[in-house]
């Protein structure tokens, strides 16, 4: 079943990398060796070939195989002669690739509904999407349809229950972390304490502002925008290091609070 992650997770790659759709069967084959290689569980083949969990989703109605005549076998019955004589292009059915490379809000829903299906560990999940080139710098900038920020909330809490997100040291990146997506989003590219602009964007146009939990996982703060702000580099010096930090940390806490609850408000929270 994993093997079935991984294929999908390495479309979505392409698919953010504005790679396209459709690659011919010795491509897939070959750039999906290693990466079903380096992803399998005990007792899984040493030499795993992509035509049996290419078959199961195809199977499944979740990927698409064009140039071919006949029937495609199913993963037991050993598809890997039918693909290495048949040749045909494969890749994610249309709706889902379009919709994986527009938006990150859709795209973060179906990496995670991956994670939860096939039971993958934070580390697996995380070192997936970095095989397969998925982290915060690719694609396109965070989406910013109406009900995204109630959607990315969701998320950050689905990811809380099941404790995906843990611990990390600051500046750890997170891939893909819709808590600190969707607080960027609401700072609208202003510091949350003194409004200043961040001081510069990323080369892909995302606003140069620290994201930090208020109170710290450590000291039983949550992984929840309602418990998140985005600092300009000074306001976050002061967080941090400045002798006012503990009244500042009262402040955070309910500008937090209040943005968060209007943002839900004025996108009705669906
Ligand atoms: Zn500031």
Redesign the pocket.
Known sequence: MLKQAVVLVWAIGRAVHGRPRLAPWTESREELHPLLKEFKRDGESKRPNPAHPIAALYQAGLWDLQGFDGVVPTAHGHPEDWFASRHPTGGLPTACHDLVRTSVTARLEVLDALQEKFELSPEEYEALLSAAGIDDETGPRPAVDDDSYARLCRLAESREQRGLRRPKLRNEPVRLDPARRVVLERSAG???????PAPDVTDRGIPVLEVDHIEGLAEGGRDHPEQMIA??????A?KTRGTRRHTVAEQLREIATRRHRQKLESNGDR
Not at 190 to 196: A, S
Not at 231 to 236: G, I, K
């Open positions: 202003n510091c949350e304490f003194c409004g200043t600092l300009c580099p000074n306001c976050h002061v």
